[in-house]
């Protein structure tokens, strides 16, 4: 990191060199071989805890077939011996299984949007690296005994089931504000929506991770499933607790500065990177390493962090925003494989699409905001697009390659701000300038906001099953367009700031210059 | 293998508790009663003969030396509950009767009170049965252990309404002699042959029930084929490679060279990771 700093300053001496590629030089030479394990360690973290979650949502079909009686039933004819045909009925038939399968999502989602507000504050007052291997591991371990111990012992219970899961969503929800606090910590606001852009891809790789090694193990049963993903979450703690630094401070380097006042101009948003002059590095160092000794951080209230300017707007906005994009998640295929009569692995393959577009759209946007230094007019922008994108989406006619092209702009345009709003701005959000040094508030706001996100999804997976049993498809996407336009209405305040703020900037740096 | 071995294992002495808590189940306990019963006792016997040879090919290499003892011994209690049977009337085998016929028309078949028996797979069952004239008014579950039986007579006992079910798992049975207050288990359809003299009911040469074009036959879910599970009676068994709750599973997961690959990669990466991130670190 030391070297770093040092090549940033040769260049500054050298007038020879293109300013461009000075800049594309530091910005690669700034981030040390920590950096990189913290953004893979961090990154495969979430992704793993995503694949676990996607290992529940692919052997539905496998579970409920496990929790009924074989359907042919009548006096006739009866499908013997009763040990492999008829000897479990937890559930009548498929549909109350499937119902029940849903009820667990559900719980799912509430008990980790209300575990986000908790863990989050927790996670700022504790070792996070310990926080996050706890979550991990632990959660790691109820999913083992719902899915594989059950099985082995045949013993199926509902109560049991809803209990176990909403435990796993408690402890599953402490890991995200502990890894976007973490990556906070290391990577700076300059260049954080491009880095964070592309690093909230791991849920994304999380899914496919976990359709991949679900499926693969599959015909062994279901319980395999589960026992593959959940050890392989297990040692990714393990790992963690061996591997990973929360914070530079850990091996004394100096956090990352939150520069945000000069960050108009296109050469301002490179200027942190390259004007760190030898003398403000080791002042810089030097109070860290001072203000480690005299005293820790204090941590933030949870009120006092919902207080702080921007954190309110954001996670009502993203409240809004999750459930359209969860939404997504967790009925594309159906809708796809119910409206145009497409199979089910085809649907299941074709919505990757929308995550994919999600993955582009969260590092290209995060490049733009990182560039113009504000990033609420490029989620409006956005989100604007993106009430046509569903609009013309819901309209796609029955073609897999339009279908897939549309689907890939509108999770450019949905998936992309999600991604943003519950990374980069929860990470700007925590370590803005008015808490700065004094107080660690990073996981808590991370918490606030993703929680509140989790509540707007949970709400919407009720809600989606609602409007389209009783009005069809068509509604849930006038539905998730009204949804949509709320996200931008709650963003708008924010947009009148930060423009406001640029126009002054642009204003003062005239006058100056 | 070895769980499989273990699960039969235990439903034989399921079985047997259920036995003894219950010595006769008549018709007037709960059907649902009277079926568990029989699938444990039918389990018991022919399941675990027919599952024996493999079990004792598995033993050696999956359930260990001790293991392999225990089954030895449920093995052996589950045969001698099964020729209780062969002293319930007194007397031996009656002369020029079909079972005393068959019996003896085979050498190696080994005679014991009203029994013949032979051996299946390391254990001896029950091949003929005569309970002629053995004042039996109902059927127990003590009889269902002579599901191995080939000639079976019950003529002259003062037997009313067996149902069908009772000669579930009767897969050998040839010649069934009954009272003629008796139909023939499963229907004419299920018998190539029935006659009927003075004072009793013969059936013989059962049909097979999964390709028996005279009735409708079952249709085994995916993953399962049809078995004959004695007159008139299939059931659907796991294909060869299926197991477990309907026959969901295939194969088994290699659990050792999964974990055994999991620890290696975990191991590795979290030493690297100490060594290149944490090794600096200071302890605050």
Redesign the interface.
């Known amino acids: 990191m030391k070297e770093s700093f040092k090549g940033g300053h040769r260049t500054m001496a050298r007038p020879s060199f293109s300013w461009r590629h000075a800049a594309n030089r530091t910005f690669l030479s700034k981030y040390s071989h920590h950096h990189i394990a913290v953004f893979l360690l961090t990154f495969f973290s979430y992704a793993l805890l995503h694949a676990s979650r996607k290992t529940f949502s692919n052997v539905k079909v496998s579970l409920s077939s496990q929790w009924t009686s074989f359907p042919f039933n009548s006096s006739v004819f009866k499908v013997e011996p009763e040990e492999i045909w008829r000897s479990i009925h937890l559930f009548p038939n498929t549909a109350t299984a499937t119902l029940f399968l849903g009820l667990l999502d559900t719980i799912f989602l509430f008990s980790y949007a209300v575990g986000l507000f908790i863990s989050g504050v927790i996670g700022d007052r504790l070792n996070m690296r310990w926080v996050l291997s706890f979550g991990m591991c632990s959660s790691a371990l109820v999913m083992f005994v719902f899915g594989t111990v059950t099985e082995w012992l045949h013993f199926y219970n509902k109560i049991f089931y809803c209990t176990l899961w909403s435990m796993n969503g408690l402890l599953q929800s402490t890991c995200w504000p502990c890894v976007v606090a973490i990556m906070g910590n290391w990577f700076g606001k300059a260049g954080r929506g491009f880095i964070f852009g592309l690093w909230s891809a791991c849920a994304s790789v999380g899914n496919i991770l976990g359709a991949f090694l679900a499926s693969s193990v599959l015909l062994y049963g279901y319980e395999y499933s589960f026992l593959v993903t959940t050890s392989v979450q297990f040692a990714g703690g393990l790992i963690v607790v061996f591997g990973l630094l929360t914070s530079p401070k850990e091996v004394g380097f100096p956090e990352p500065a939150e520069e945000d006042e000069n960050a108009g101009s296109e050469e301002d948003a490179h200027r942190p990177l390259i004007i760190n002059s030898d003398s403000d590095e080791d002042e810089q160092n030097h109070s860290v390493e001072a203000s480690d000794l005299v005293r820790q951080p204090q941590a933030i209230g949870f009120l006092q962090a919902c207080c702080l300017p921007g954190v309110l707007l954001y996670s009502l906005a993203y409240a809004c925003l999750k459930l359209v994009n969860y939404s997504f998640f967790f009925w594309l295929p159906f809708y796809l494989s119910n409206n145009f009569d497409w199979k089910e692995a085809e649907a299941d393959q074709l919505s990757i699409w929308y995550d994919v577009g999600g993955i582009i759209g969260g590092t290209v946007q995060g490049l733009i905001s990182d560039m113009l230094g504000k990033r609420a007019p490029v989620l409006t922008v956005s989100l604007v697009l993106a009430v046509g994108a569903l609009y013309g989406y819901s309209r796609s006619p029955n073609n897999k390659p339009i279908n897939a092209v549309i689907m890939t702009v509108t999770g450019f345009f949905i998936g992309g701000p999600s991604n943003i709003i519950s990374s980069a701005i929860s990470a700007d959000l925590g370590r803005q300038d008015m808490i700065k040094d004094s107080s660690e508030a990073l996981a808590t706001v991370t918490g606030i906001v993703d929680g509140t996100g989790s509540i707007g999804a949970a709400v919407g997976q009720f809600l989606v099953s609602l409007i389209q049993d009783q009005l069809g498809w068509m509604w849930v996407f006038y539905f998730f367009i009204l949804m949509t336009s709320l996200t931008v209405v709650f963003i708008t305040p924010l947009l009148v700031r930060e423009i406001s703020a640029l126009v002054q900037e642009r204003r003062s740096r005239i006058l100056a210059g | 293998m070895g769980s499989c071995v273990e699960e039969e294992a235990r439903r034989c002495g399921d079985g047997k508790k259920l036995r003894q808590r219950r010595p006769d189940v008549g018709e007037e306990s709960s059907e649902r009663h009277i ?2 019963e029989r ?1 444990l006792a039918i ?1 018991s016997v022919t399941t675990i003969n027919k599952l024996a040879s493999k079990a004792m090919a598995a033993a050696g290499t999956e359930l260990g030396w001790h293991g392999y003892c225990l089954l030895l011994a449920l093995l052996a209690v589950c045969e001698v509950m099964a020729q209780q049977v062969c002293s319930r009337c007194p007397g031996d085998l009656r002369n020029g009767s079909e079972v005393a016929s068959f019996c003896h028309s085979n050498p190696k078949l080994e005679l014991k009170g009203r029994c013949c028996l032979r051996k299946q797979d390391g254990s001896e069952v029950i091949a003929g049965l005569d309970l002629w004239n053995c004042s039996l008014t109902h059927m127990d579950t003590e009889l269902q252990n002579a599901s191995t039986v080939v000639v079976l007579d019950l003529s002259e006992n003062p037997l009313q309404n067996v149902s069908d079910s009772f000669f ?1 798992g009767f897969v050998y049975l040839q010649y069934l002699a009954l009272p003629l207050t008796l139909d023939c288990p499963g229907g004419n359809v299920s018998w190539e042959n029935i006659s009927v003299d003075t004072s009793e009911r013969i059936c013989s040469q059962q049909k097979d029930s999964c390709n028996n074009t005279a009735q ?1 036959t ?1 249709l ?2 995916e993953n ?1 084929l049809c078995t004959p ?1 004695g007159p008139g ?6 294909a060869a490679g299926f197991h ?10 290699p659990t050792i060279m ?2 055994g690959i ?2 290696f ?2 191991a590795t ?6 060594c ?3 090794w ?3 302890s ?1």
Do not use: I
């Open positions: 079926h568990t699938a389990l579930q409708l079952l085994c879910p399962s599970d009676m299939s059931q659907c068994l796991c477990g709750y309907k026959c969901l599973r295939e194969g088994s997961f999964f974990f999991l620890s990669v975990t990466c979290s030493l690297l990771l100490w290149t991130q944490r600096k670190v200071k605050s």
